[in-house]
Structures are given as structure tokens and as C-alpha cells.
């Protein structure tokens, strides 16, 4: 079992930066691809970032590339997002995600298939 919280969220201005955490409970982090998700009102949730499980590859939504990076401490049980350059439509309820397919293949894995989620943080860029 995995318990997985995030927090960071909040409100910002077009062009500026926040950095979500997301802390995991549970001693088996380090085997897990750690992933961000998230989901603005009246649309699907969509893939953000994947993060393999040793940290060492990525794999980032077109929509994000060169703006947002994922990245994980394994020793201290956290995944992290800094995202830059936000947008307005940035704007959404960001989710951290837990499973053991590949950092690929999570970004194809339906909202129902995920293993573990989050509670989710709230994003909103004002423009």
C-alpha cells in the first residue's frame, strides 16, 4: 500500500513558477514510477511527467516540455514538479500517481488503471 499527498499548490500569474511535492508513505517508493497527472474542470485527466524509479528518465506531456521538470528523492520519499513559465491553461487539480509500469507506459494508462493517487493540489495561473 502507498499513500501518496501532495501539496504546493496555489495561485499565480501568468509566467511565473511553483513547485509541487508529492511525499509518499510506505517503504517501497524507490520501486515505483512516480508520475503527475492532472485534470481541469469539464475535461479528462491527462498525463503531465513520469519519472522512472531511479530517477534517471523522463517523460514529459508535449503540452509541458521545456517548462515543467519531474524529478524524485528516493531517500526522502518525495517526486517533485517545478513547473515554469506557467500558463492559464496550466489552471487544473494536479494529481501524483504511483504504479510499477515504466515511465512510458504510465502515460497511456486510463485514470482507472493507476495504482495509487494522490488527493490532489490545486493549480490555478491567472493571466
Known amino acids: 500500500q502507498v499513500q501518496l499527498v501532495e501539496s504546493g499548490g496555489g495561485l499565480v500569474q501568468a509566467g511565473g513558477s511553483l513547485r509541487l511535492s508529492c511525499a509518499a508513505s510506505g517503504r517501497t517508493f524507490s520501486s515505483y514510477t512516480m508520475a503527475w497527472f492532472r485534470q481541469a474542470p469539464g475535461k479528462e485527466r491527462e498525463f503531465v511527467a513520469a519519472v522512472s524509479v531511479s530517477g534517471g528518465s523522463t517523460n514529459y506531456a508535449d503540452s509541458v516540455k521545456g517548462r515543467f521538470t519531474i524529478s524524485r528523492d528516493n531517500a526522502k520519499n518525495t517526486m517533485y514538479l517545478q513547473m515554469n513559465s506557467l500558463k492559464p491553461e496550466d489552471t487544473a487539480v494536479y494529481y501524483c500517481?504511483?504504479?510499477?509500469?515504466?515511465?512510458?507506459?504510465?502515460?497511456?494508462?486510463?485514470?482507472?488503471?493507476?495504482?495509487?493517487w494522490g488527493q490532489g493540489t490545486q493549480v490555478t495561473v491567472s493571466s
Open positions: 500517481a504511483a504504479d510499477r509500469r515504466s515511465y512510458v507506459v504510465i502515460a497511456t494508462i486510463s485514470r482507472g488503471g493507476v495504482a495509487y
